[in-house]
C-alpha cells in the first residue's frame, strides 16, 4: 500500500525567506510524486511532478523538489517566498499502473508575513 | 484542448434530500476519472474511480454512489444526504500516463 505523510499542518515563513514543506513517502513499487497547490475554495494546481527522471524536478512559480529514494523524501522548496505563495499545499503518490488514483498528503497550509 | 468541467460551484441541501453531481471531461477519450472529498484538516480522500463506461471502484464505504453512464461524464449521487457529507467535492481525470488535473470543486454544505 502507498501512502504520503506530509510533516508539519501549519508551515509560517516571512516574505523572502526560504519555503520548506516536507513529504514523505511509503511504497512497496517506485513511486511518482506530485506536488499541488490549491487556493481557498478552489481546485488543485499542479506544481511540479517526479515520474522517474530526473531526481530534481523543477516546477512552476519558482518551486522545486528533490527525489530522494534513500530518505523515502520529495520535500518541496523556494528559495524566496511571496506573498501569493500563501496556500495549502498537498503531496501526492501513484504508481505505474492503469486506473490507480492519486493518494494524497493531509495537506500542508503555507502562510507568508511580511 | 482537454478540459474538465465540474458542476455546480456550490450546493446547499438538507438533511436527508438527494444529490447528483456532475463532471465531465472534453477532449479527451476512455479517461480515468475520480471523484475525491476534502473535509476540513482530513487532507483529500479517494472516493470512487472508473476506468471505462459503468466501471465503478470505490475506495471507501459511505453514503455515496457514483456512475459513469457515458465515456466523459462521472456523476457523484446520494439518495439521502447526511450532515457529515459535507465537504468539497473533487473531479479529477488521469491523462498521458502521470499526469492528472482537478475540476474547480463542489462545495456542498449539508444543514
Known amino acids: 500500500a502507498q501512502s504520503v505523510t506530509q510533516l508539519g499542518s501549519h508551515v509560517s515563513v516571512s516574505e523572502g525567506a526560504l519555503v520548506l514543506l516536507r513529504c514523505n513517502y511509503s511504497?512497496?513499487?517506485?513511486?511518482?510524486l506530485f506536488w499541488y497547490v490549491q487556493y481557498p475554495n478552489q481546485g488543485l494546481q499542479l506544481l511540479l511532478k517526479y515520474t522517474s527522471a530526473a531526481t530534481l524536478v523543477k516546477g512552476i512559480n519558482g518551486f522545486e523538489a528533490e527525489f530522494k529514494k534513500s530518505e523515502t523524501s520529495f520535500h518541496l522548496t523556494k528559495p524566496s517566498a511571496h506573498m501569493s505563495d500563501a496556500a495549502e499545499y498537498f503531496c501526492?503518490?501513484?504508481?505505474?499502473?492503469?486506473?490507480?488514483?492519486?493518494?494524497f498528503g493531509k495537506g500542508t497550509t503555507l502562510s507568508v508575513s511580511s | 484542448s482537454q478540459t474538465i468541467h465540474q458542476w455546480p460551484a456550490t450546493l446547499v441541501q438538507p438533511v436527508g434530500s438527494p444529490l447528483s453531481l456532475e463532471c465531465t471531461v472534453e477532449g479527451t477519450s476512455n479517461p480515468n476519472l475520480y471523484w475525491y472529498r476534502q473535509a476540513a484538516g482530513r487532507g483529500l480522500q479517494l472516493l470512487f474511480y472508473?476506468?471505462?463506461?459503468?466501471?465503478i471502484s470505490s475506495e471507501v464505504p459511505q453514503n455515496l454512489s457514483a456512475s459513469r453512464p457515458q465515456d466523459r461524464q462521472f456523476i457523484l449521487s446520494s439518495k439521502k444526504l447526511l450532515l457529515s457529507d459535507s465537504g468539497f467535492y473533487l473531479c479529477?481525470?488521469?491523462?498521458?500516463?502521470?499526469?492528472?488535473?482537478f475540476g474547480s470543486g463542489t462545495r456542498l454544505t449539508v444543514v
Open positions: 511504497s512497496s513499487v517506485p513511486p511518482y
Open positions: 501526492a503518490v501513484t504508481f505505474n499502473q492503469a486506473g490507480t488514483a492519486l493518494i
Open positions: 472508473s476506468v471505462g463506461i459503468g466501471q
Open positions: 479529477a481525470w488521469r491523462y498521458l500516463g502521470y499526469g492528472y488535473t
